[in-house]
């Protein structure tokens, strides 16, 4: 294989979105930074309808995939979450394709069509308890940096659910 002069394959050939090993992201308390995009930079949370299928879902499917949503805001052409697994073994990354499943699902329904999501998302594992409150922070004034309202508080779609137990996780 060709080699930089740092013995590390040259920039144009490394893999597009690699995901790290599928164990990081099933560590109960562990969370995970996610941006999801919408197929073909198209703008389909503009529309309240939507983004309110969008919300309803990423809250039906925190207890269904045992994770937590630390924060979330919905936004016309991409979704910021922070997702948490509650026990060992479940995993963000489900959440996540659980959620696009179900939110595709009824989109379609309400008359949505074509893709709605890019095949893969952005994700960072957050390594600490201040990482963790610079990702809320950054996630929670989207809205605001966007020009979409005066205050994150202001807009609908973007806020701090309350947290899923133990008990009622369907796991």
């Not at 959440?95 to 949505?112: A, D, H, I, N, Q």
Request: glycine content about 6%; some cysteine.
């Amino acid at each position: 294989m060709l080699m930089s002069h740092h013995g590390t394959p040259p920039r144009h050939l490394l893999p597009r979105n690699q995901r790290l090993d599928d164990g990081v992201y099933c560590t109960a308390g562990r969370s995970t930074f996610f941006t999801l995009r919408s197929s073909h930079a198209r703008t389909p949370f503009t529309d309240p309808a939507y983004a309110d299928i969008a919300l309803r879902c990423l809250i039906e499917q925190r207890a269904k995939s045992c994770c937590q949503v630390d924060v979330y805001c919905v936004m016309p052409d991409h979704i910021h979450l922070i997702v948490t697994p509650i026990k060992n073994g479940v995993s963000s990354l489900r959440y996540v394709e659980r959620f696009k499943g179900r939110c595709t699902y009824l989109m379609r329904l309400r008359g949505w069509m074509g893709p709605l999501w890019q095949p893969r998302s952005f994700d960072r594992v957050l390594r600490s308890d201040e990482g963790l409150h610079q990702a809320a922070l950054y996630i929670l004034e989207n809205p605001v940096r966007a020009g979409l309202a005066d205050t994150w508080q202001d807009y609908r779609w973007c806020g701090i659910p309350q947290a899923v137990t133990n008990e009622e996780c369907l796991i």
